[in-house]
């Protein structure tokens, strides 16, 4: 489904762009993915509407058949400071895949009135992902940056955009996104 509309109280979430994350080799280039999200950031606060700024510190306690590192170097979960964070701005940090589990973020989302969310950031199949699934769950309206956000893995990420998102809701650019919210909001 193609990009239709904005509801007059959405907000921004951007998913783990932290030093940590954006060091990782990524599929596609880093420096786009946070050009874009970050200009989804400042048209999102031009508009007066909340910003969700999300890292991860840590990962569910749960076996996998994946390893997973558990030392983190000092600074991996601080935000990428090109997102440049504003005290308005809502930080989540999580400690799973998604950010609304076990965190404050439906709450603080339904306390402000928000009824969609646009989603931004790394990794596709993984944290992004999860949110946008949880999101739909809880009853949000979900809009995919599909040009804001990376994995690690192609096929993964192929997967989350083709397969996965027009599931959960619609998929835009980052220019039709700002472009639609300017129609709406002028």
Known sequence: MALSTLDPKTALIVVDLQEGIVSLPTVHP?????????????????????????NVAGGAPGRTEQTRSAERPVGWTDLIPNLHQQPLDHLVTKHTWGAFTNTDLDAHLKCAGVTQIVLAGVATSVGVESTARNAYELGYNVTIAVDAMTDMNPDAHINSITRIFPKLGETGTTAEIIGLLNRIRA
């Open 30 to 54: 880093i420096d786009e993915i946070i050009k874009n999200s970050a200009a989804l950031a400042a048209a999102f606060r031009h508009q007066q509407l909340p910003v969700v700024l999300v």
